[in-house]
């Protein structure tokens, strides 16, 4: 499929989407020097809030795949961050947005991390507004893939922001979000990790390596569906269990729904949602470089195939007996484990689409969905207020 001539992906209507996956090994490398650039500009931003108040909270948020970004990088900022400082937290900004009460702290000073494609989803500047007018002490740190949006231009005005622009190829122009969610998660992983700048060097460019080379080996990926296959799941532990949502809406979207899908961690999948699992499943198991989560990932891989129900069960790591396993590379750190993992499932969710006859850079054929979400009526907060 990616391998296929320019002419055949667009009549298959999927050359937009096959060129953004394949482009991602060296959009993060660009990221990784836009990042290097910032850097000294970030720091000083970061740096002149940890004096002011000692420590915040720091609240990633977006819509969607924007939000699963910051869902993904809390759980490496655990682990990584300067959590002396920050108090790491995702929330979905339709969740600010629709129940602010339930979100925001009114005293506690929040820097709010935004990640956009665009920055045109309504939700993007409302949930900003709201911040600016519900909380006392709130700073703004825009991420986003668009120069152009709303979100971009309505950071630009304000004292109280740092905005954050990714290279101009993060901006998507495909349905799902590929790119611009790899490159949002690498680019808040590199800002607010500790790590000196050789080590995240080190480790992005071994993920970009191993994405190239999952891409090479498209072939084997695809034995992991069939025609008969109508449900996946995807399970992970860590980083990669929340990342796993994000990897199970790349099918959905794809797919325009004609495979369901399921997400949860390894350990969590047994609580319920292994019962999603039918004969025509496929079952990808994402594995944990950490030797003590690794135990947990294995042991559901081998506790789900020795049911003997669902019709394809995949194990993928560096570390893994069996499966699909990484071509040979340093170990990388749970933090930046999740960018092979990237690549491995864009591949699935684009072979998928074509499995099931749709189109993957226009998957809606009804057009109830859209690659910038239309339709939210955005309510003011002093009018109810003063009700």
């Not at 699992?277 to 990808?284: E, G, L, N, V």
Request: include cysteine; glycine fraction near 6%; aromatic fraction near 8%.
């Amino acid at each position: 499929m990616l391998q296929l001539p320019k002419e055949r992906l667009k009549e298959l209507g999927a050359d937009v989407t096959v060129r953004e996956i394949l482009g991602q090994p060296n959009l993060w490398r660009k990221v990784f020097k836009e990042y290097k650039t910032l850097k000294p500009e970030i720091d000083e931003f970061l740096a002149k809030l940890i004096e002011k108040y000692g420590y915040l909270r720091v609240l990633f948020t977006g819509a969607g795949s924007s939000q699963y970004v910051g869902d993904t990088v809390v759980k490496s900022l655990v682990e990584l961050g300067d959590v002396k400082h920050f108090r790491f937290e995702s929330i979905g900004s339709t969740d600010i947005v629709s129940a602010p009460q339930s979100t925001f702290e009114k005293e506690t000073p929040t820097l709010l991390v935004s990640f956009a494609r665009s920055g045109n989803s309504p939700e993007s500047v409302a949930a900003v507004e709201i911040a600016d007018s519900l909380l006392t002490n709130v700073y703004h740190l825009v991420i986003t893939c668009a120069k152009d949006g709303k979100l971009a231009k309505y950071a630009k005005s304000k004292s109280n922001a740092l905005i954050c622009l990714l290279p101009e190829e993060s901006n998507d122009q495909g349905f799902a979000m590929t790119g611009s969610c790899s490159s949002m998660t690498l680019f808040s992983t590199l800002t607010f990790s500790k790590e000196n700048l050789t080590a995240k060097a080190q480790q992005v460019e071994t993920a970009a390596t191993l994405a190239e080379a999952i891409f090479r080996r498209e072939n084997e990926i695809v034995q992991s569906l069939s025609e008969e296959i109508s449900r996946v799941v995807y399970v992970g532990s860590g980083p990669l269990g929340a990342l796993a949502r994000e990897l199970q809406l790349k099918i959905l979207e794809l797919t325009a729904g004609k495979i369901a899908t399921v997400f949860d961690s390894s350990m969590g999948l047994r609580h319920g949602p292994k019962s999603f699992i039918d004969t025509h499943t496929a079952a990808f198991i994402f594995c944990a470089n950490a030797a003590y989560t690794r135990q947990y990932d294995l042991d559901l891989y081998h506790e789900v195939k020795a049911d003997g129900i669902a019709d394809k069960i995949t194990l993928i790591g560096q570390n893994v007996p069996e499966g699909f396993i990484y071509d040979d590379a340093a170990e990388l750190r749970e933090a930046y484990l999740v960018f092979p993992a990237f690549a491995f499932a864009h591949v699935v969710a684009i072979n998928a689409s074509i499995l099931v006859n749709n189109t993957p850079d226009t998957p809606s054929a009804s057009g109830t969905v859209n690659r910038v979400v239309k339709g939210v009526t955005i309510h003011s907060l002093r009018e109810n207020e003063e009700q």
